[in-house]
């Protein structure tokens, strides 16, 4: 029984119709940026089923910068050229995700940034903190599930 169980999930895994093989790979316009993540395998979204899900974008500080509204404005205004490339707005935001290295300190930038951006009902919305990021001086990710609109080609 276990092994008829593992052999179904062996199969599963090597099938190349799965939900992710079909699904629209939204990948930078940007050749060095393509090329990091095409190294690490991952893309900036990924649209399936309706649903556009965006990969972690970093807020970070540039050298010798302290304005936190800089470092998330540079992320929100990422993650919108994502969304678009994706064929979604802002308003079509459900979920968003965002990891802090210090997230008591720096969670009010970002809510003064990201209501800018989005505006009418709240998204579903999770915060945590974080003792580092791969991006050199970042102080969070955000990461962004948005529903393709129904007279867009998406499901409810």
């Given amino acids: 029984m276990i092994s008829t169980a593992i052999l179904a999930l062996a199969a599963a895994a090597q099938n190349p119709h799965g939900a992710r093989q079909q699904a629209t790979v939204i990948m930078p316009d940007d050749a060095r ?3 990091f993540q095409q190294d690490y395998g991952y893309a900036d979204a990924v649209v399936s089923n309706g649903v556009v899900y965006l990969s972690g974008v970093p807020a970070f500080l540039a050298p010798g910068e302290t304005d936190l509204d800089k470092a998330f404005t ?3 205004e990422a993650l919108g050229k994502s ?3 994706a064929g979604v707005s802002w308003d079509d935001v459900v979920q968003v995700q965002s990891v802090h290295t210090d997230v008591n300190n720096q969670i009010d930038a ?3 940034v990201k209501n800018r951006y989005m505006t009418g ?3 579903a919305w999770t ?3 974080t003792n580092g990021l791969l991006q050199p001086g970042g102080i969070a990710e955000i990461t962004l599930i948005a529903h393709v609109p129904t007279a867009r080609g998406g499901t409810q």
Avoid: S, T
Wanted: net charge positive.
């Fill in 33 to 35: 940026q393509r090329q």
């Fill in 74 to 76: 540079r992320a929100f």
């Fill in 83 to 85: 969304l678009v490339r």
């Fill in 110 to 112: 970002m809510v003064k």
């Fill in 121 to 123: 009902k709240p998204p």
């Fill in 127 to 129: 915060a945590v903190g």
